[in-house]
C-alpha cells in the first residue's frame, strides 16, 4: 500500500496550558506536486515555543494557524520527487513545512541544507537553524556585550540560551547561566563552558548577588516571570536586554496584572532609559536648532509664572499634581 500523508491539525485552541484535545491526527493521501514543486519527506520537525502562540487567535507579529489547519513548523527531509530544476530526488532541504510527514513545497519554500562533514542536518532546526541564529543576532546586535562584562541567559541549557552564552564567552564575557535544576546546570559549566549556572528553582535572587556581586552588564532574556524579577534590579547602568522570549509566561491567562513585557518581544519595542547630562554633545546642538526654530516661530512653547520665592514651594506642590500648565518658572 501507497504511504499516506500523517498531519497533526488544531482542533482547538487552548485556554492556558495546551493538551491532547487541542490536537488532532490526520491522515491523507501524498500530496501532488505541481510544476515548481518538490515533494519532501520530513525527516526532523523542529518544536519551538512560539508554536504556543500560533495556536492562540490574538494579534501578534504571526497569523494564528487557522482552526483544522496543519500547526506550523520548520522541518528538514530529503526531496523525493521534483518538478524545479533547482532540486533533485536524494537533495535535503529545510523549510517551515508543517507538523506533517510528507509536504508538496514550491522550490521557493525550502532552502537545500549544505552538506557539512560533522553536522547532521537536524542541526539546522537547532544550533545552525532559526534558535542559534536567534542566538547571534540577540547577543551581537542587541545585548553588544563587551571584553570583561557579565552576561546572564535564562534557560541556559535551552536550544536559544546554550548557544548565546557560548557567543558570549567567546567575546570575553563572564557568562552565568539560569537553568532548572542540577543537571542542566551542570551541563551549563561542564558541556557549554559558562563560568557559573543559578537554579532558578532555588533562591535566584541571593544566587545572582553572589555570582553578579557588580551586577549585570547584559541580560538574554528567554522566559520572564520570576526569573526577570530576580535579574531586573541587580542590573547594571547603561546594562542592556535582549528580550527574546517569555515562556514561562505563554501558558499563563490571564496575565498578570501590570504592562505585559511579552510585549516588547512581540512588537520589537525598545525601551532605552537616558539622562540628558550623559550626552553633552546635545547641548549646544538642540541650542542651535532649537534658537532657530523659537526665531521663527516654528516651535511653541509655553511659560507657567508663578511670582515670589515665597510662592516656591506651593508652585512646585502644584507641579505635582498637575496644577502647572507650561514650563513652571518663579519669577523672583
Ligand atoms: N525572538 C525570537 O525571534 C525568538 C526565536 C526563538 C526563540 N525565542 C524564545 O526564546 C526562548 C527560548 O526558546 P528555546 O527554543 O531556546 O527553548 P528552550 O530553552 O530549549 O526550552 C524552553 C526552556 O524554558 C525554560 N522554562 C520554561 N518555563 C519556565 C519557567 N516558568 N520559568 C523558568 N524557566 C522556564 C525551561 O528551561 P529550565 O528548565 O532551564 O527553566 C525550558 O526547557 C523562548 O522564550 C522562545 O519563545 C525567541
Given at each position: 500500500m501507497a504511504e499516506r500523508n500523517r498531519q497533526i491539525l488544531l482542533k482547538a485552541r487552548p485556554?492556558?496550558?495546551?493538551?491532547?484535545?487541542?490536537?488532532?491526527?490526520a491522515e491523507t493521501p501524498l500530496p501532488e506536486i505541481g510544476k515548481n514543486e518538490v515533494l519532501v519527506r520530513h525527516r526532523f520537525l523542529s518544536l519551538d515555543?512560539?508554536?504556543?502562540?500560533?495556536?492562540?487567535?490574538?494579534?501578534?507579529?504571526?497569523?494564528?494557524?487557522?482552526?483544522?489547519g496543519v500547526m506550523e513548523g520548520e522541518c528538514v527531509g530529503e526531496v523525493v520527487e521534483s518538478r524545479h530544476p533547482g532540486f533533485a530526488p536524494g537533495?535535503?532541504?529545510?523549510?517551515?513545512?508543517?507538523?506533517?510527514?510528507?509536504?508538496?513545497?514550491?522550490?521557493?519554500?525550502?532552502?537545500?541544507?549544505?552538506?557539512?562533514?560533522g553536522v547532521?542536518?537536524?542541526?539546522?532546526?537547532?544550533?545552525?537553524?532559526?534558535?542559534?541564529?536567534?542566538?547571534?543576532?540577540?547577543?551581537?546586535?542587541?545585548?553588544?556585550?563587551?571584553?570583561?562584562?557579565?552576561?546572564?541567559?535564562?534557560?541556559?541549557?535551552?536550544?536559544?540560551?546554550?548557544?548565546?552564552?557560548?557567543?558570549?564567552?567567546?567575546m570575553g564575557c563572564r557568562v552565568i547561566g539560569i537553568a532548572g535544576g542540577?543537571?542542566?546546570?551542570?551541563?551549563?559549566?561542564?558541556?557549554?563552558g559558562f563560568d557559573a549556572c543559578l537554579d532558578h528553582r532555588g533562591d535566584l535572587g541571593r544566587q545572582l548577588d553572589e555570582a553578579c556581586p557588580n551586577g549585570i552588564d547584559v541580560y538574554f532574556e528567554n522566559v520572564g516571570g520570576a526569573v526577570l524579577q530576580a535579574v531586573f534590579p541587580r542590573m547594571r547602568d547603561f546594562g542592556r536586554i535582549a528580550f527574546c522570549g517569555m515562556v514561562?509566561?505563554?501558558?499563563?491567562?490571564?496575565?498578570?496584572?501590570?504592562?505585559?513585557?511579552a510585549s516588547v518581544v512581540r512588537?520589537?519595542?525598545?525601551?532605552?532609559?537616558?539622562?540628558?547630562?550623559?550626552?553633552?554633545?546635545?547641548?549646544?546642538?538642540?541650542r542651535e536648532h532649537g534658537a532657530a526654530w523659537v526665531r521663527d516661530g516654528s516651535l511653541r512653547w509655553k511659560e507657567d509664572m508663578a511670582e515670589g520665592l515665597e510662592n516656591a514651594p506651593a508652585a512646585f506642590t502644584g507641579l505635582l499634581e498637575g496644577k502647572n500648565f507650561g514650563k513652571l518658572v518663579v519669577k523672583l
Amino acid at each position: 500500500m501507497a504511504e499516506r500523508n500523517r498531519q497533526i491539525l488544531l482542533k482547538a485552541r487552548p485556554k492556558d496550558r495546551p493538551g491532547p484535545e487541542h490536537f488532532e491526527l490526520a491522515e491523507t493521501p501524498l500530496p501532488e506536486i505541481g510544476k515548481n514543486e518538490v515533494l519532501v519527506r520530513h525527516r526532523f520537525l523542529s518544536l519551538d515555543p512560539y508554536m504556543r502562540g500560533r495556536m492562540d487567535d490574538s494579534a501578534s507579529y504571526a497569523a494564528p494557524v487557522p482552526l483544522g489547519g496543519v500547526m506550523e513548523g520548520e522541518c528538514v527531509g530529503e526531496v523525493v520527487e521534483s518538478r524545479h530544476p533547482g532540486f533533485a530526488p536524494g537533495d535535503w532541504v529545510g523549510g517551515a513545512r508543517g507538523w506533517q510527514l510528507y509536504s508538496a513545497a514550491p522550490g521557493h519554500t525550502v532552502q537545500k541544507l549544505p552538506a557539512v562533514e560533522g553536522v547532521p542536518p537536524s542541526a539546522y532546526l537547532g544550533v545552525l537553524g532559526m534558535p542559534g541564529t536567534t542566538a547571534w543576532v540577540g547577543v551581537t546586535e542587541i545585548g553588544q556585550p563587551k571584553p570583561g562584562e557579565t552576561f546572564v541567559v535564562a534557560a541556559a541549557s535551552g536550544a536559544v540560551g546554550g548557544i548565546a552564552g557560548q557567543i558570549a564567552r567567546r567575546m570575553g564575557c563572564r557568562v552565568i547561566g539560569i537553568a532548572g535544576g542540577a543537571e542542566k546546570c551542570r551541563y551549563v559549566t561542564e558541556e557549554l563552558g559558562f563560568d557559573a549556572c543559578l537554579d532558578h528553582r532555588g533562591d535566584l535572587g541571593r544566587q545572582l548577588d553572589e555570582a553578579c556581586p557588580n551586577g549585570i552588564d547584559v541580560y538574554f532574556e528567554n522566559v520572564g516571570g520570576a526569573v526577570l524579577q530576580a535579574v531586573f534590579p541587580r542590573m547594571r547602568d547603561f546594562g542592556r536586554i535582549a528580550f527574546c522570549g517569555m515562556v514561562a509566561d505563554y501558558n499563563v491567562r490571564p496575565l498578570p496584572p501590570g504592562p505585559s513585557l511579552a510585549s516588547v518581544v512581540r512588537k520589537r519595542l525598545r525601551l532605552q532609559g537616558f539622562i540628558v547630562t550623559d550626552h553633552p554633545r546635545a547641548w549646544p546642538s538642540w541650542r542651535e536648532h532649537g534658537a532657530a526654530w523659537v526665531r521663527d516661530g516654528s516651535l511653541r512653547w509655553k511659560e507657567d509664572m508663578a511670582e515670589g520665592l515665597e510662592n516656591a514651594p506651593a508652585a512646585f506642590t502644584g507641579l505635582l499634581e498637575g496644577k502647572n500648565f507650561g514650563k513652571l518658572v518663579v519669577k523672583l
